[in-house]
């Protein structure tokens, strides 16, 4: 067979000059794959270089490649060969794939600040009510909580309150809510009415200047635990001090402002209260349509030549017959004649010297046949004898501001109690004054009562400007320092065994309860006269609270 003419009668395809046959059919799959439809070899044209017709052809398949798509793998032995993958079936290195084992999982790359991994997102909470917002009928005191509710009127808030203070010791459910009493005007003035043995009675003076003053004698009812009232005009002038006689139920003295050609006089008088409200008989604070009584005064006592009158103090043990004032810098004693209905200055002494000397309270010591008293001025406190009315001791800078209160105590002779400014309450012995034996400093603002309980003189009560009222145990320097006195003769064997291993027990004193009840400054707090159990605090917005002594501390003691 004849061979061709180099370059006549061979076909040419775009991928260069002429190749063997053999590779006709896989440049013509490569271009119907590469272009979606075969192209058939351009026709010969005339005799050229066969490189310039390649290299056209070449340009031209290169203008018709579409963009994107990939390009067949290069590397070491895939040179050459073309990728003929078919969509839809897995190709061998996928099936490979497929058959061999996953490689482990590498560890993911330490956090910042150590190889804890990330904790899971957090989910977004739940959107809720916003809570409400705490005020001042939630109070957080010092070993319990209180709940206090303002009473509106005298009707209203007699049994409101909530969990009382807790004694130190141990929370109990057992011990009663206080019981609050409501006045219409401001207050600074509580007694108790001494003489009343059998009733729990308390008297609570009000200061207005608007209107007619009153005197609100509340009767505690203890078994249903309710509040009883009646009301008395006192239309002088507002109410800063009030005694009762321990003698006489019905009578007492007031020290009240008095205005006279422009001028504001502090004045006292002796009061006698109705027949029927020394009974008892008494109304219901609900009841709208109590008629208001008023006073039947017996006597002024004159402080003319004297001042401001301070406060009235009454014989603690005799007949309700002597009573002394404290006006300014003077000691005023006065016998009461004709059933109280005159006054007669007895005898007096006046305060000479420098600084302040007018007084700021009094007491009267129930010690000593009820010959002593002891004053405070500024920030000295004295004792005196009221048989000669002179001096018989002084303490000096008793506290580093203004002395507020003083008290004996009932059960321990020579033994005196003081609060003032300086947010301290102090006990002194009174032999010797150089320095107290006890100090209190639990308050955060001025102190203005100090009160001893009359049967367990380790009870000590305070009020004070920050609106608590804190009950202490002062067992240390009490009559009973070593727990509850009993017989011998009355205990067995293993009885005084065990008085003696309880005697043996480390004594401490302690504050037993915090009273936050009041929202104002509590002036006043005084014992019950006839439950010492109980006692009443009385704040400067009319709010009367009556509480009682822990149940555990009550138990402690008796037991």
Same mark, same amino acid.
């Given at each position: 067979?004849?061979?061709?003419?180099?370059?006549?009668?061979?076909?040419?395809?775009?991928?260069?000059?002429?190749?063997?046959?053999?590779?006709?059919?896989?440049?013509?799959?490569?271009?119907?794959?590469? &272009?979606? %439809? /075969?192209? =058939?070899?351009? @026709?010969?044209?005339? +005799? *050229?270089? !066969?490189?310039?017709?390649?290299?056209?052809? #070449?340009?031209?398949?290169?203008?018709?490649?579409?963009?994107?798509?990939?390009?067949?793998?290069?590397?070491?032995?895939?040179?050459?060969?073309?990728?003929?993958?078919?969509?839809?079936?897995?190709?061998?290195?996928?099936?490979?794939?497929?058959?061999?084992?996953?490689?482990?999982?590498?560890?993911?790359?330490?956090?910042?600040?150590?190889?804890?991994?990330?904790?899971?997102? &957090?989910? %977004? /909470?739940? =959107?809720?009510? @916003?809570?409400?917002? +705490? *005020?001042? !009928?939630?109070?957080?005191?010092?070993?319990? #909580?209180?709940?206090?509710?303002?009473?509106?009127?005298?009707?209203?808030?007699?049994?409101?309150?909530?969990?009382?203070?807790?004694?130190?010791?141990?929370?109990?459910?057992?011990?009663?809510?206080?019981?609050?009493?409501?006045?219409?005007?401001?207050?600074?003035?509580?007694?108790?009415?001494?003489?009343?043995?059998?009733?729990?009675?308390?008297?609570?003076?009000?200061?207005?200047?608007?209107?007619?003053?009153?005197?609100?004698?509340?009767?505690?009812?203890?078994?249903?635990?309710?509040?009883?009232?009646?009301?008395?005009?006192?239309?002088?002038?507002?109410?800063?001090?009030?005694?009762?006689?321990?003698?006489?139920?019905?009578?007492?003295?007031?020290?009240?402002?008095?205005?006279?050609?422009?001028?504001?006089?502090?004045?006292?008088?002796?009061?006698?209260?109705?027949?029927?409200?020394?009974?008892?008989?008494?109304?219901?604070?609900?009841?709208?349509?109590?008629?208001?009584?008023?006073?039947?005064?017996?006597?002024?006592?004159?402080?003319?030549?004297?001042?401001?009158?301070?406060?009235?103090?009454?014989?603690?043990?005799?007949?309700?017959?002597?009573?002394?004032?404290?006006?300014?810098?003077?000691?005023?004693?006065?016998?009461?004649?004709?059933?109280?209905?005159?006054?007669?200055?007895?005898?007096?002494?006046?305060?000479?010297?420098?600084?302040?000397?007018?007084?700021?309270?009094?007491?009267?010591?129930?010690?000593?046949?009820?010959?002593?008293?002891?004053?405070?001025?500024?920030?000295?406190?004295?004792?005196?004898?009221?048989?000669?009315?002179?001096?018989?001791?002084?303490?000096?800078?008793?506290?580093?501001?203004?002395?507020?209160?003083?008290?004996?105590?009932?059960?321990?002779?020579?033994?005196?109690?003081?609060?003032?400014?300086?947010?301290?309450?102090?006990?002194?012995?009174?032999?010797?004054?150089?320095?107290?034996?006890?100090?209190?400093?639990?308050?955060?603002?001025?102190?203005?009562?100090?009160?001893?309980?009359?049967?367990?003189?380790?009870?000590?009560?305070?009020?004070?400007?920050?609106?608590?009222?804190?009950?202490?145990?002062?067992?240390?320097?009490?009559?009973?320092?070593?727990?509850?006195?009993?017989?011998?003769?009355?205990?067995?064997?293993?009885?005084?065994?065990?008085?003696?291993?309880?005697?043996?027990?480390?004594?401490?004193?302690?504050?037993?309860?915090?009273?936050?009840?009041?929202?104002?400054?509590?002036?006043?707090?005084?014992?019950?006269?006839?439950?010492?159990?109980?006692?009443?605090?009385?704040?400067?917005?009319?709010?009367?609270?009556?509480?009682?002594?822990?149940?555990?501390?009550?138990?402690?003691?008796?037991?």
């Amino acid at each position: 067979m004849r061979p061709a003419a180099q370059g006549a009668d061979r076909p040419r395809c775009s991928h260069g000059p002429a190749g063997p046959a053999t590779a006709r059919p896989a440049v013509r799959a490569c271009l119907q794959r590469r &272009r979606g %439809a /075969p192209q =058939p070899c351009p @026709p010969r044209g005339p +005799a *050229g270089p !066969a490189a310039g017709v390649g290299a056209a052809s #070449t340009n031209r398949l290169r203008q018709h490649r579409p963009r994107g798509r990939r390009r067949p793998p290069s590397g070491p032995g895939s040179q050459g060969r073309l990728n003929t993958h078919t969509p839809g079936r897995p190709s061998a290195s996928s099936r490979a794939a497929q058959a061999a084992p996953a490689p482990p999982a590498l560890p993911s790359p330490p956090r910042r600040g150590g190889d804890t991994p990330a904790p899971p997102p &957090r989910r %977004a /909470p739940l =959107p809720t009510a @916003p809570a409400p917002r +705490a *005020g001042r !009928a939630g109070v957080r005191v010092r070993e319990g #909580t209180s709940r206090k509710r303002r009473a509106t009127g005298s009707a209203e808030g007699q049994k409101a309150g909530g969990q009382r203070g807790v004694p130190c010791c141990e929370t109990t459910m057992e011990d009663d809510a206080p019981v609050i009493y409501g006045l219409e005007f401001q207050a600074r003035a509580l007694t108790p009415q001494t003489a009343e043995t059998d009733a729990i009675r308390f008297l609570v003076g009000t200061q207005s200047l608007r209107y007619d003053n009153q005197i609100h004698i509340i009767d505690f009812d203890d078994e249903n635990n309710i509040i009883n009232k009646n009301v008395l005009l006192h239309q002088v002038g507002e109410i800063w001090h009030i005694s009762t006689s321990p003698a006489d139920k019905g009578v007492l003295a007031t020290c009240y402002n008095k205005t006279s050609d422009s001028k504001v006089m502090t004045c006292a008088a002796v009061w006698r209260m109705p027949k029927e409200l020394e009974s008892g008989s008494h109304e219901s604070p609900d009841d709208s349509s109590s008629n208001t009584q008023t006073l039947e005064l017996l006597c002024h006592l004159d402080n003319t030549a004297h001042g401001n009158m301070a406060c009235v103090m009454w014989e603690p043990m005799g007949d309700g017959k002597k009573i002394i004032s404290l006006a300014d810098n003077n000691i005023l004693l006065w016998d009461l004649q004709e059933s109280s209905a005159k006054a007669v200055l007895s005898s007096s002494v006046a305060l000479e010297g420098k600084g302040q000397l007018k007084f700021t309270s009094g007491r009267w010591s129930p010690h000593h046949n009820c010959t002593q008293i002891a004053t405070a001025n500024d920030t000295i406190i004295r004792g005196w004898d009221t048989r000669s009315m002179r001096q018989i001791y002084c303490i000096e800078n008793a506290h580093g501001q203004l002395v507020r209160d003083l008290d004996f105590n009932p059960n321990k002779q020579y033994y005196l109690a003081s609060c003032g400014d300086d947010c301290k309450v102090k006990f002194w012995d009174t032999r010797n004054v150089t320095e107290p034996v006890k100090t209190l400093e639990e308050h955060s603002h001025w102190v203005w009562n100090v009160r001893y309980n009359h049967s367990h003189d380790q009870l000590i009560l305070t009020g004070s400007s920050d609106s608590r009222v804190i009950l202490s145990n002062m067992v240390s320097i009490s009559s009973e320092p070593f727990g509850h006195m009993v017989d011998d003769d009355e205990l067995s064997d293993q009885e005084d065994q065990h008085q003696e291993e309880k005697i043996k027990e480390p004594l401490q004193d302690s504050v037993i309860a915090t009273y936050e009840e009041h929202e104002d400054s509590v002036y006043a707090v005084e014992w019950s006269s006839a439950d010492p159990w109980l006692f009443a605090s009385l704040s400067y917005d009319g709010r009367l609270v009556i509480n009682r002594v822990p149940r555990a501390l009550k138990y402690h003691i008796l037991l």
